[in-house]
């Protein structure tokens, strides 16, 4: 891929995680009030959606209707978390801040590393996937069962994991061959920052008490 195939592409990726970006922000705005049980169903609903995006993605013709998921995953994650940020927003409101803060440079680090180096991070990748799966299993482990300093190894654990996945996630923007990757790769670059952001907010609640 050429260097103004790869900047082009980069650039699109980029509109699409600012725009899916925008779209979970308005959504957990207009969705402040929701109550828990239509926060559990934008979950599954945005789940759906990610799903469906795959499929889109091997069909040729197929960008708009990719572009299209991608933003209703970020609208429907918007009004699933709304809840929970409505609360922060109440009694931390500087966690939200600071998180939002710490994912940006964490993200421009761990981006900014994946994209420009030449080390191949396939390797990185799998065994940052298998670490994600090994941690969710964790975190439902530490909902039913109470262990000192769990949450907070649970987070730094949890940045880690994610440092390697964004890592990995900026390299492939750098060595795929199409624009019709972009969607996909936004979705991911997305999800990284997301779940960077819930970790930081624990860290920094937990800091604020």
Do not use: K
């Amino acid at each position: 891929m050429s260097g103004d195939e790869t900047h082009t592409l980069f650039g699109q990726t980029m509109e699409y995680v600012a725009a899916t970006a925008g779209f979970f922000a308005l959504f957990a705005y207009l969705g402040r009030h929701l109550s828990a049980g239509w926060a559990f169903a934008g979950f599954i609903a945005a789940f759906a959606c990610l799903i469906a995006m795959h499929f889109t993605a091997r069909r040729s013709g197929s960008v708009s209707g990719s572009v299209a998921l991608l933003f209703a995953v970020g609208a429907l994650l918007g009004l699933a978390m709304a809840p929970t940020l409505t609360y922060y927003a109440g009694v931390n409101p500087q966690a939200l801040w600071q998180a939002g803060g710490a994912t940006a440079l964490f993200v421009a680090g761990c981006g900014g590393f994946g994209f420009a180096t030449r080390r191949d991070l396939s390797t990185l990748g799998r065994v940052s996937w298998w670490a994600l799966i090994a941690l969710i299993l964790s975190g439902i482990v530490l909902i039913f069962v109470h262990i000192p300093g769990g949450s907070l190894v649970y987070s730094v654990v949890g940045l880690i994991v994610f440092a390697g996945l964004t890592m990995f996630d900026f390299q492939r923007l750098r060595r795929s061959t199409g624009l019709d990757s972009a969607p996909l790769i936004a979705a991911s670059i997305f999800l990284d920052a997301l779940n960077v952001f819930l970790f930081f907010l624990r860290l920094f609640s937990r800091d604020n008490r």
